[in-house]
């Protein structure tokens, strides 16, 4: 087959057009590999999804949340201290002083301690609010006989609060561990593109300089000039890969970096200096 001098003047232009969209390619997937790469170990970038994914975040919120309900329901059981005082005066004449103070102790079987001082006074008191004149100090104790014996609002409360408590450690497990899980498979798929897209730069690489040396022997006549176009051919295509393999390796950093955050809720993205840790650098 003859190759017209036309012919080669196009082959030799087309051939100088894929050469320079390879080194393009080639410089915007790995620019920077004779700089500073930084390399994303996978327990790092798990730690900052942990750290910083507003859905790990929510999950830190839901225990914080059941252990303010838990506290709540425990501060029903605490003591408490009360104080009552009412009073009436009319035409400058003071009709009762009541004055009642003194502490409440709730308990989880249901009685209730309670002790406290009473003293009142007044021209038109109510004989039943009648104290001695020091006061009077008293003590009671309390407890339901039907309603409320075996289970009260309180200790209901405060048992569905622990069963908050305990099930919101769960959720919070699980979340995390979905989360994780996700991240780990999107780091991976990651990983893998990068290593695919090496592979396809160097199967580049090897075609070019196989294209060329298969040019210079056919214009020295060593070879006929159709290992020419079938080597170009085979570049042509080693190139075509290339451009799916970058195509590939950009959409998985993309989705990689969904999971990137920092503080406040602060969304980053992945550099082109950025590479997994199976990775070597140069």
Known sequence: MLVTLKQKRRMKLKNKFSALFILLLIAITSNGQQDSLTLLRLVDFLQLVKQHHPLAKQAELITKSADATALTAKGNFDPKLFYDFRNKFYDSKNYYEL?????????WFGLELKGGYEQNQGSYLNPENTVPNQGLVYSQISLPLLQGLIIDERRATLKQAKLFQELSVFDKI????????????????????????????????????????????????DRPAIDTVEANIQLQDRIINLQQALMDYRTKSLLLSNYLWLENDVPIELTEKTIPETATIN
Do not use: C, D, M
């Open 99 to 107: 004055g009642n103070g003194g502490f409440k102790i709730p308990t």
């Open 174 to 221: 699980n979340t995390i561990n979905e989360l994780l899980y996700k991240a780990g498979k999107a780091y991976w798929e990651w990983q893998l593109t990068y290593t695919n897209l090496q592979v396809h730069q160097n199967a580049v690489t090897i075609s070019q300089e196989r294209f060329n040396a298969v040019r210079k022997t056919s214009a020295l006549g």
